[in-house]
């Protein structure tokens, strides 16, 4: 039978992340002070406080996975400064696109919106891996996850993989040069720091573990 992940847990991972989000906006701080704007704590910080507000306000009904992570896309791009916004907004948004079955996804059609969320993050941010950015997290991960779902594996193993899988592409940004964005200004300079965009990718996929693992709420 195939694993499914309801509504109620994509809105409950997203509420885990903001709240780790805002837990890690000093340490995502010091990350960027030292190869970027030093913004990317408060920057996200700040888009992820809207999101909670969003999901949180009872008002706002989302018919399907399609329109909740357009919602959280539309949000994140407004909300959120820097290029995390639209970065991020565009990970939402073309996973969004990818089928679905309404309010809930199994685990093909999830791993299916992670990787049209990476192509279209690639496509806007022209990024690629051991560029020292978010997608060297993002992509080891997406990767892991198709790998687990091609050999047969459980989602909770699948999200294991990938959790495992983002936090070694984050911690390989320490040791290369970057490419892209303000820090590629520093040249090998920027060798020796993690990756703040790296770091709060690999979040996104630790709060999937926890959120998307456990049994679905009762609606």
Known sequence: MAQEITLGQLKNWLLLYADRIIAEEEQLTRLDAAIGDADHGVNMRRGMEKVRERLLDGENQFPDVGAFFR??????????????????????????????????????????????????????????????????????????????????????????????????????????????GRASYLGDRSIGHQDPGATSAYLLFETAVVALSAPAPKE
């Open 71 to 180: 919602s959280v896309a539309m949000t994140l791009i407004s909300a959120v400064g820097g290029a995390a916004g639209p970065l991020y907004g565009t990970f939402f948004l073309r996973a969004a696109t990818s089928p679905h079955n309404g309010e809930r996804v199994d685990l093909p059609q999830f791993t299916r919106m992670l990787r049209f969320g990476l192509d279209g993050l690639q496509q806007r941010g022209k990024a690629h891996i051991d560029d020292k950015t978010m997608v060297d997290a993002i992509q080891p991960a997406v990767e892991a996850m198709e790998a687990a779902l091609a050999s047969g594996q459980s989602l909770a193993v699948a999200l294991a993989a990938a959790k495992q899988a983002a936090r070694l592409g984050m911690e390989h940004t320490i040791g290369i040069r970057a490419n892209k």
